[in-house]
């Protein structure tokens, strides 16, 4: 019972960090975009390496007690699949709504310029306010979907390894800091309200929780509460690293360019893979 109060806690967290990033965005003198860069880089890092060197290879191992040399073909197709699956959740999206397309520093830097502390946004005029209000609510259902996944990733990850369930949820957190910033930032030039913004920041990162809920009534449903079977723990994982994989190379590293200057992205990316490894060393 413990595990599963710690596996749920990490991913309530990691989805918390969505209203990070609205504080960022609306009480800080100014929004460190840099900073924005490097951390999300580090979080694409953190996944990428370990994808590829602890959860595909505890996939492939776990498969290969069961199905022997056949679980390398079914870890591999595991892979892709987990690939394919957000993949077909990133189409379904329309693009404008899409959270993997970054705000640029100069639809934001302007918030605190024009906005003190304390005073409304100005006004846009009706027709500019639905839009921008229509375009902070589809963002934050675009990332609450996006969320769902992850949740589970983080919560199943912790209940199987509470180390790399930390980790995981870490990585998970940085990147939903500039989600957050892309939900409050349009709601409260529509609205004039930064609480209103807060809220549905934050509540786009709830759904990481619902998909830990989704993830335990399964395993009560399926297992009756039991353990999973190294069959089921390996293509859990496999598909989770597929996943992770597609977030990193379609989402982050994207967003990190986006935020960052020079070599930002990278001095992040492989602080974060350095980090991971050794991590996983002292271990």
Same mark, same amino acid.
């Given at each position: 019972m413990n595990g599963l109060f710690f596996a749920f806690g990490l991913t309530l967290l990691a989805g918390m960090a969505t209203g990070i990033g609205s504080a960022i965005a609306f009480f800080a003198d100014r929004t460190n975009f840099r900073f924005l860069s490097v951390s999300t880089g580090f979080s694409a890092g953190v996944m990428l390496y370990v994808s590829f060197v602890e959860i595909f290879m505890e996939g492939g191992r776990s498969l290969g007690t069961v199905f022997g040399a056949r679980g390398e073909w079914m870890n591999t197709a595991f892979f892709f699949a987990g690939m394919a699956l957000i993949g077909i959740i990133d189409y379904?999206? =329309? &693009? &404008?709504?899409?959270?993997? &397309?970054?705000?640029?520093?100069?639809?934001?830097?302007?918030?605190?310029?024009?906005? =003190?502390?304390?005073?409304?946004?100005?006004?846009?005029?009706?027709?500019?306010?639905?839009?921008?209000?229509?375009?902070?609510?589809?963002?934050?259902?675009a990332i609450a979907i996006h969320n769902f996944p992850e949740g589970l990733v983080t919560f199943l990850a912790a209940l199987q390894n509470p180390n790399l369930g930390i980790v995981i949820a870490v990585a998970v957190?940085?990147?939903?800091?500039?989600?957050?910033? %892309? $939900?409050? $930032? =349009?709601?409260?030039?529509?609205?004039?309200?930064?609480?209103?913004?807060?809220?549905? !920041?934050?509540? !786009?990162?709830?759904?990481?929780?619902?998909?830990?809920?989704?993830?335990?009534?399964?395993?009560?449903? $399926?297992?009756?509460?039991?353990?999973? %079977? =190294?069959?089921?723990?390996?293509?859990?994982?496999?598909?989770?690293?597929?996943?992770? $994989?597609?977030? !990193?190379?379609?989402?982050?590293?994207?967003?990190?360019?986006?935020?960052?200057?020079g070599h930002d992205s990278l001095i992040g990316l492989v602080a974060g893979m350095a980090v991971m490894a050794l991590s996983l060393l002292m271990m």
């Open positions: 379904l999206i =329309p &693009e &404008e709504e899409n959270p993997h &397309e970054a705000r640029t520093q100069e639809e934001t830097s302007h918030l605190h310029r024009d906005c =003190p502390r304390g005073e409304v946004a100005p006004p846009l005029g009706e027709a500019g306010e639905k839009k921008l209000m229509r375009t902070g609510v589809f963002t934050a259902l957190a940085l990147h939903n800091i500039p989600e957050g910033i %892309s $939900v409050s $930032v =349009p709601i409260f030039y529509a609205t004039g309200d930064r609480t209103k913004a807060f809220f549905y !920041s934050l509540l !786009s990162g709830m759904a990481e929780p619902v998909g830990a809920l989704v993830a335990y009534g399964l395993i009560r449903l $399926v297992l009756g509460g039991g353990e999973f %079977s =190294p069959a089921v723990t390996g293509a859990l994982f496999t598909t989770v690293a597929g996943i992770m $994989v597609y977030i !990193s190379l379609d989402e982050l590293l994207p967003l990190s360019r986006a935020y960052g200057k």
